[in-house]
C-alpha cells in the first residue's frame, strides 16, 4: 500500500463548480499535513496547511479526519487560474520531518 | 529576496556524463532536499541534508552523489551509473522543527543526448 494515495483525475469541471479531492495515508501516527499546488512545468508551491480543526482560506477548505485517515480539499467557485496539480504531503512525526508526497490530482477548470 | 535558486533551468547530458545541478538558498534553512519527478509522478527523494556536512540517502540515491559543505548550497551530482536520468529535478529546503513546509527551487529540466 502507497503510503499517500491520491486520485490521479483529471477532474474536468467548469468554472464556478465546486469540487472535492480527497488524498489517504497509512501512517497513522502521521503529525503533518499540507496541500501543494503545482503549475505545469513549475515546483510546487505551498496551497495550505491542514490542521485537526480543519482550515479555510478564501475559496479553499481543507480538512483532516484522523479515523479514517485522509484530508480533503474543497474548492469553491472554482476558476481558471485553479487548473493545475494538487499534491498531497504528510509528515511522518516522531521527530522525522521528512515529507510524503502524493502523486497529486489534477485539476481542469474549462469555461 | 530570500528563495531558493536552481541552475541551468534545462541540462543535457551525454552518455557516460556526470553533471551537476546547483541549488542554493539564503532561506536561512538548516535541511535541503533533493528530489526527482517524472512524468505523471510523483517526488521521489533523492538526498536529504538535515545540517551542514551531513546527509543521508533517499529513496533513489543510486546513480547520484551530493556535498553540503555550506548551509547555502546542496549540488547534486548526476552520475554515469544514473541509467535513466531523464527528469525534472526539485531542490528544496525547510527549517527542521517547524514550520515544516518545504520551499522549493524552479527546478532543472535533464534530458539525456
Known amino acids: 500500500r502507497k503510503e499517500v494515495e491520491q486520485d490521479p483525475g483529471p477532474f474536468n469541471v467548469p468554472e464556478g463548480a465546486t469540487v472535492a479531492f480527497n488524498c489517504t495515508y497509512s501512517n497513522s501516527a502521521s503529525q503533518s499535513f499540507f496541500w501543494y499546488r503545482q503549475d505545469c512545468r513549475k515546483e510546487p508551491k505551498l496551497l495550505m496547511s491542514?490542521?485537526?480543526s480543519g482550515n479555510e482560506d478564501g475559496r479553499f477548505t481543507a480538512q483532516l479526519n484522523r479515523a479514517s485517515q485522509y484530508i480533503s480539499l474543497l474548492i469553491r467557485d472554482s476558476k481558471l487560474s485553479d487548473s493545475a496539480t494538487y499534491l498531497c504531503?504528510?509528515?511522518?512525526?516522531?521527530?522525522?520531518?521528512?515529507?510524503?508526497f502524493g502523486r497529486g490530482t489534477s485539476l481542469i477548470v474549462h469555461p | 529576496d530570500g528563495g531558493i535558486t536552481q541552475s541551468p533551468k534545462y541540462l543535457f547530458r551525454k552518455e557516460g556524463q556526470n553533471v551537476t545541478l546547483s541549488c542554493e538558498q539564503n532561506l536561512n534553512h538548516d535541511a535541503m532536499y533533493w528530489y526527482r519527478q517524472d512524468p505523471g509522478q510523483g517526488l521521489r527523494l533523492i538526498y536529504y541534508?538535515?545540517?551542514?556536512?551531513?546527509?543521508q540517502k533517499g529513496d533513489i540515491a543510486e546513480g547520484y552523489s551530493v556535498s553540503r559543505e555550506k548551509k547555502e548550497s546542496f549540488p547534486l551530482t548526476v552520475t554515469s551509473a544514473q541509467k535513466n536520468p531523464t527528469a525534472f529535478y526539485l531542490c528544496?529546503?525547510?527549517?527542521?522543527?517547524?514550520?515544516?513546509?518545504?520551499?522549493f527551487g524552479p527546478g532543472t529540466r535533464l534530458l539525456v543526448l
Open positions: 528544496a529546503s525547510q527549517m527542521p522543527g517547524g514550520p515544516e513546509t518545504q520551499y
Open positions: 504531503v504528510v509528515t511522518p512525526g516522531g521527530g522525522s520531518y521528512i515529507p510524503t
Open positions: 541534508s538535515q545540517i551542514v556536512n551531513d546527509f
Open positions: 491542514v490542521y485537526s
